[in-house]
């Protein structure tokens, strides 16, 4: 079994300033990591992916995100945030075959 | 290159009334999945096809919802009778590959259904 938690349901932050939206997961076998970005009456679209080797990920829109097995953690951050990034942010987990298991979301919200 | 197809938008009805949402992936993807969004959850999968065959189904309420892939393109999703509880964005995806994580999901726009 797999799952995704993502803590925070809303993170409110002011342009420019960074941001980290929380991910953690379980599962029994090794697992690739997503996160996905949902802006409003759009569908989903990936941000970026871990597969394997470096634990630092870059996506697209200067989001980055770090995979850290002993803390299983894939937190997704942006050093300096735009308006534009406002949306819902998705982590998700394949555990096995193509079934990807998403976490609740977190909605950020960047403030002028 | 066309993305991930859905319709309806949008769609109201009342409680015990059926619905159907249709789906048409992009050409060529072998896997196509459906998904419901509840709001303030995240999207959970309802029932996933390998071409035209069923690979997991384990959340899809079957004494309602029934779904079909025709001939290994087009989908549909049909809820009969629909409950309350089934208001929900309801989400197409679709990936290249045949059975091999990694691979991203490309996602329709949804439909949103309003149950009354």
């Known amino acids: 079994a797999q799952s995704v938690t993502q803590l925070d349901s809303q993170v409110p932050v002011f342009e420019e300033a960074p941001v980290e939206l929380r991910c953690n997961y379980s599962s029994s076998v090794s697992v690739y990591l997503f996160w996905y970005v949902q802006y409003p009456n759009q569908g989903l679209q990936l941000l970026l992916k871990?597969?394997?080797?470096?634990?630092l990920v870059k996506g697209i829109n200067g989001f980055e995100a770090e995979f850290n097995k002993s803390q299983t953690s894939f937190h997704l951050r942006k050093p300096s945030v735009h308006i534009s990034d406002t949306a819902e942010y998705f982590c998700?987990?394949?555990?096995?075959?193509?079934?990807?298991?998403f976490g609740t979301g977190t909605k950020l919200q960047v403030i002028p | 290159e066309a993305g991930v197809a859905q319709s309806p938008r949008y769609k109201i009805i009342e409680k015990r009334q059926s619905v159907a949402f249709w789906c048409n992936p992009i050409s060529g993807h072998a896997t196509l999945y459906w998904y419901q969004q509840i709001l303030g959850q995240g999207p959970k999968l309802l029932i996933q096809f390998q071409n035209n065959g069923v690979v997991d189904d384990s959340q899809l309420p079957k004494d309602r919802f029934s779904a079909e892939r025709l001939k290994g393109v087009d989908s549909t999703l049909k809820i009969q009778p629909a409950k309350l509880e089934d208001s929900a964005v309801y989400l197409c995806?679709?990936?290249?590959?045949?059975?091999?994580?990694?691979?991203?999901?490309?996602f329709g726009s949804g439909t949103q259904l309003s149950v009354l």
């Open positions: 995806a679709s990936s290249p590959v045949v059975l091999s994580r990694g691979e991203k999901l490309f």
């Open positions: 871990y597969l394997s080797g470096s634990t």
């Open positions: 998700a987990v394949t555990g096995g075959y193509q079934k990807v298991t």
